[in-house]
C-alpha cells in the first residue's frame, strides 16, 4: 500500500516538475524572440512584390511591416473591398510546389506558448503570424478548416487555393510552430471568411499571398487573386 503511494507521489512530482521546467523553457522562447523582434510600418512596396501583379489601377498599395527577423509583408487594396498581403518566404531550396505544398482540413488552435502578431482583425475574424524568425523550410503545411475548398491552380510554379475559412494555417515543418495563423473569433457560430490563399514562385524566390474582404459580407469570388497575378 505504502509503497503504491510512493509511486503515485512520485509521478505526481515528475509531472509537475515537468510542467514547470516547459513553462519556463516557453517563457524562455517568448522572452527572446520578442526582443529580437522590432517591427515598424514603412510605406514603401519592395519592388520584387510590385513585379508579381499586373498593372491595374484598382490595386493600392498600404503599408509594409518591416522586421529585424522576417521579409516585410506588404499589404494592398483591391477596389476597395480586398486586402492582399505579401510576403516573400526564405527558402535555401528549388522547390517545386507540387510536391512541397500539402494540405490538411483539421480544427486546429493556435500554437501554444509561442507570441504572436496580429496582421489585421475585424469584428469576425484575425490573422496573425509568428514573432521572430521564420522556420526553414521543409515542405509547406497549408491546414484549411472550414467549407468550399478549392484548388484555383496548382503547379510546379503556382499553388493556388479560395475556401471560407473557420481556421487556417501555414507552417513549414510538420511539428513545428504555425508561421500564419488566422480564425474566425467566434469559434461557436457558423461564420466563415472567404479567403484566397496563393504560394508563387517567381525568379527563384517564393512568395506567399493572401486575400481577404475588407469587411464582412462582401463576396469574394474565387480566382480573383489568381486573375491579378503577372505570370
Request: aromatic share 14%.
Amino acid at each position: 500500500m505504502k509503497k503504491g503511494i510512493i509511486i503515485i507521489s512520485l509521478t505526481i512530482f515528475f509531472i509537475i516538475g515537468w510542467f514547470i521546467y516547459y513553462i519556463i523553457r516557453a517563457t524562455e522562447e517568448i522572452n527572446q524572440a520578442r526582443k529580437m523582434d522590432s517591427v515598424s510600418l514603412v510605406s514603401n512596396l519592395p519592388e520584387n512584390y510590385l513585379q508579381l501583379f499586373k498593372k491595374n489601377d484598382n490595386l493600392i498599395f498600404n503599408e509594409s511591416v518591416v522586421s529585424n527577423t522576417r521579409r516585410p509583408i506588404s499589404q494592398l487594396t483591391y477596389m476597395g473591398k480586398f486586402r492582399i498581403d505579401v510576403c516573400e518566404i526564405d527558402t535555401l531550396n528549388n522547390l517545386l510546389l507540387t510536391q512541397t505544398v500539402l494540405e490538411s482540413h483539421k480544427n486546429q488552435h493556435i500554437t501554444y506558448y509561442f507570441p504572436y502578431r496580429v496582421l489585421y482583425k475585424f469584428r469576425q475574424c484575425e490573422i496573425s503570424y509568428k514573432v521572430g524568425g521564420q522556420d526553414e523550410i521543409s515542405k509547406i503545411y497549408l491546414n484549411a478548416y472550414g467549407d468550399n475548398f478549392q484548388t484555383i491552380k496548382k503547379n510546379d510554379s503556382i499553388v493556388c487555393y479560395y475556401f471560407k475559412f473557420k481556421n487556417f494555417s501555414i507552417k513549414y515543418n510538420k511539428d513545428g510552430k504555425q508561421d500564419f495563423f488566422g480564425l474566425t473569433r467566434d469559434s461557436l457560430s457558423t461564420v466563415t471568411i472567404p479567403i484566397e490563399i496563393m504560394f508563387f514562385k517567381k525568379r527563384r524566390n517564393l512568395y506567399l499571398i493572401l486575400m481577404t474582404p475588407v469587411e464582412y459580407g462582401t463576396s469574394l469570388q474565387p480566382g480573383t487573386l489568381f486573375s491579378l497575378m503577372r505570370m
